[in-house]
């Protein structure tokens, strides 16, 4: 989920049609998701909606596949043929259970 926030700045491009153009905040998000995590940007680029529950509003999937193109980004094919056949990484991790309690040494008498 970490990566996916730096590209909150898109939300109005991806979620807003009369918005013609990501912001340069936008752009430096997507990159930066690219160079780190790029498998999470499957999570918009397919129709399961995953990463619209970052957004307030539903996001357009197409723009979704076009925001790369407006921004100058290259996804990794290796990337987009993993959108296509892998299952996807949870968008958050799984919760973990907490460690039990170190046990207290006994009272001496």
């Keep these: 989920l970490t990566p996916l926030t730096s590209m909150i700045p898109c939300m109005d491009y991806l979620t807003n ?7 340069d905040a936008c752009c430096d998000g997507l990159k930066l998701v690219v160079n ?3 498998i ?5 680029m ?3 909606g995953s990463m619209s529950k970052l957004f307030p509003k539903p ?4 723009r979704m596949i076009i925001l790369p193109v407006r921004c100058g980004a290259m ?23 907490p460690a ?7 009272p001496s008498p």
């Design 59 to 62: 996001i357009d999937p197409i």
């Design 36 to 38: 780190t995590a790029p």
């Design 17 to 23: 049609i009369t918005v013609f153009s990501p912001p």
């Design 100 to 106: 039990p309690p170190a046990a207290s040494p006994a």
């Design 40 to 44: 999470c940007l499957c999570h918009g």
């Design 75 to 97: 996804i990794p094919i290796q990337t987009i043929f993993s959108c296509a056949t892998q299952p996807l990484p949870p968008l958050t991790p799984p919760a973990t259970t």
């Design 46 to 48: 397919n129709n399961n």
